[in-house]
């Protein structure tokens, strides 16, 4: 007599197969490179060149953080999850490096990209490129928060679950999460090999930078009093707020700015609201 197994571990196991799948065609897309040798040393060098500073400022800051911020959740009861975390933050990094080895190889070989030094190249004036940068990033928060929706249903949680197996994170597992997260998250990689898809660079590393760090402040489970009340008005989220995401789970989806969740009543001061209609 054969059991059935319940309907969520199936579902978890073939995410499990889906996610390792999506590492394996990640790391073979590059078969089909027009050099592959340029495309795999490329991936090479970008992961290395990426998760390297990644964990070291992940450490600085954890160090930083436990010594100085205001624990959110209160005194640690035990020691953070630290290997599951660097372990998630190094495979997303690796899908990273194999997404961006396309545009980066491609750069190598003298194929025109995306990618512009000077706002001659951009044809734009410095605040055209300002605020060509600033819909950039207000569409990357539109993207972020809906696919952050979509990942929180009960089809795709699957592929979710490994960022929320950190509860009370550190900034290691700002980065820790699945494969297909992964690529949801970070395709507009790609967009780069188009040439017609011009991306200023150096506002745009100095965004990717910027956000990276935010995103390590995000998930280190301290507040620092001065960034909590500069970040708000800069429209972008703290730390406080993103942590509640980990700890209550099905609230705070935004993962730029709070914009979205004000918008479609999915902060927690929604969630309480709507709990304490129910129990009336
Ligand atoms: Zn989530």
Redesign the pocket.
Known sequence: MSIALPRFIIRDRAATLIDWGVVLLSFLSGVLFPAPEVYYTALLQVFLIVTVPLLLFSYLIYRFSEQNGLRIQGVRKAMPPIAREVFGTVRAMFIVACLAAWPVGLYRLGVPTGIAWTLEQMGLTWWMAVLEMYVGIVAIDAITYWK?RL??TRAFFAF?KH??SFRDPTPFAGFAVGPVETILTFWPLLLICIPEAKHFAPLYFTAIVGFVFLNLYLHCGVTFGWLEKVLPRLNLNTSAWHNV?HSH?NMN?GEVSAFWDRLCKTTRAHYQLKKKAAAQ
């Open positions: 952050h990942l929180h979710h960022h929320h995401h789970t989806f």
